[in-house]
C-alpha cells in the first residue's frame, strides 16, 4: 500500500507540481487542501502518512494552525514548504515541531530528500534558509 502524502497549499501551481513529484516518488498525493477548513476535513478523511504544509494560506487560519491540529489529533510527521520569510510566524511554525521548515528557495530536490526522511521517520530536523 502506498504512503500518502495530504499537500495544503493555496496556489494550485505548486500544489500540483508537489503533487507530481510525490507521485514521481512512489508517494499518493491524497489529497489537496488550500486553507485550514478544507485541509482539516481531508486530514480527518485520508487519514495521511505525512502532510506538506505551505505556512501562508488564505482565509482566517494559516499552516500553522493545521499543523496544530496535526499535532493534537496524531502522531504523523509534517512539513513546512513555505516561502514565509516572516520571523514571528517562522518561529510559531518550529514550534509546532515539524519534520522540518523547508523554504521554497531550496528547490525541490532539497524537498524529495527530506519526503523520504519524514516517511521514513527518523529523527527531526529543523532548517531554516
Not at 482566517?60 to 499535532?71: H, L, P, R, Y
Not at 514550534?95 to 530536490?109: C, S
Request: with cysteine.
Amino acid at each position: 500500500m502506498l504512503k500518502k502524502i495530504l499537500i495544503v497549499e493555496d496556489h494550485i501551481g505548486v500544489a500540483e507540481n508537489l503533487a507530481d513529484l510525490i507521485d514521481f516518488m512512489g508517494y499518493e498525493p491524497c489529497a489537496i487542501a488550500s486553507n485550514y477548513d478544507d485541509a482539516i476535513e481531508k486530514f480527518l478523511h485520508h487519514e495521511p502518512d505525512l502532510t506538506i504544509l505551505d505556512i501562508n494560506l488564505k482565509g482566517s487560519f494559516n499552516g500553522v494552525e493545521v499543523a496544530e491540529f496535526i499535532k493534537k489529533s496524531s502522531s504523523k510527521p509534517f512539513i513546512f514548504y513555505s516561502a514565509c520569510q516572516e520571523e514571528g510566524l517562522l518561529k510559531k511554525a518550529q514550534a509546532t515541531e515539524p519534520f522540518a521548515i523547508i523554504t521554497k528557495l531550496q528547490g525541490l530536490d532539497y524537498l524529495e530528500a527530506t519526503i523520504s526522511g519524514a516517511i521514513g521517520a527518523g529523527s527531526p530536523t529543523i532548517e531554516l534558509v
